[in-house]
């Protein structure tokens, strides 16, 4: 082996590489948990309205530990994700000694489900977060199967452009478990649009009810409670007196057939 010069040039730089390797490891933790490089600042970024000051160093004291290389970003992220009303953080290390967090609240949209006490609340993404706010009784109302706020979301931005001209805005939206539509307009009326159909989608049925208001329901100086748009060609209304006097429900309807449903 000796006499090998190969076999011992081989043996020589596998040490030095051990030597090297064991080298860049001593420096690399000496550097990690060097007090010459501490975490000295944190800093936070964002439209802050919920997360308090005393949430943000509850969150800094527990996830931040470690100097500025050796911090735990995953741990930060997790300790300011965990607050009421944020739903997404980004954390940074900014040279030479400074952490920035970046917070992005939810933005409340409608409260979510039958139960006006639950505190669960739907952001403008269609998510589900849990949220305390004063005025959330003024925010629409959105309730459907599980998982089905996305979708609720865009619905709700759709049918509200639809009833624009009208002046009238969607106060509840409701999807049935057999993915059926109900609206209460801000007037007070109920709208049933039933389920989607690939001749007459809801959305349809919503716009050809947006279009004859004026000729039927606005030139009436009563009030509506509900109206059936279920219909091809018309709908079907339910007006407070009549129903209290045992009479048939009023139909509304363009080219309507002699005792069809409008």
């Known amino acids: ?8 040039n081989g043996c020589a730089n596998a040490l030095y590489a051990l030597a090297a390797a064991a080298l860049v490891f001593t420096g690399g933790y000496a550097l990690l948990h060097s007090s010459l490089l501490p975490l000295r600042t944190l800093t936070l970024q964002g439209e802050l309205r919920h997360v308090t000051r005393e949430q943000a160093e509850r ?15 995953d741990a930060v992220r997790g300790a300011f994700e965990s ?8 954390v940074r290390r900014v040279w030479p000694d400074r952490l920035q967090v970046s917070i992005e609240e939810h933005v409340a949209l ?13 952001n403008t993404y269609g998510e589900v977060f849990e949220g305390e706010l004063p005025e959330a009784a003024s925010l629409p109302q959105f309730a459907g199967p599980s998982g089905s706020a996305e979708e609720l979301t865009r619905r709700y931005a759709a049918f509200r452009q639809a009833l624009a001209p009208l002046r009238l805005e969607p106060k509840q939206v409701l999807l049935s478990a057999r993915y059926s539509w109900q609206l209460r307009l801000s007037n007070g009326l109920t709208l049933e649009l039933g389920r989607d159909q690939l001749k007459e989608p809801v959305l349809q049925r919503l716009t050809r009810f947006v279009a004859y ?4 329901l606005g030139r009436l100086n009563r009030k509506f409670e509900y109206a ?17 006097s045992g009479k048939e429900p009023r139909n509304v309807g363009n080219n309507r057939r002699s005792g069809e449903k409008a």
């Not at 082996?1 to 011992?8: I, K, Q, R």
């Open 83 to 90: 607050l009421p009303w944020v739903r997404k953080v980004e």
């Open 110 to 122: 409608a409260r979510w489900g039958t139960d006006a006490h639950s505190g669960r609340l739907v």
């Open 59 to 73: 969150a800094a004291h527990a996830g931040v530990t470690g100097t500025f290389i050796s911090v735990d970003l």
């Open 213 to 216: 208001y004026a000729q039927t």
């Open 228 to 244: 059936d748009l279920r219909y091809p060609g018309g709908f079907a209304l339910r007006v407070p007196e009549i129903m209290h």
């Open 1 to 8: 082996m000796w006499d090998n010069a190969d076999m011992l």
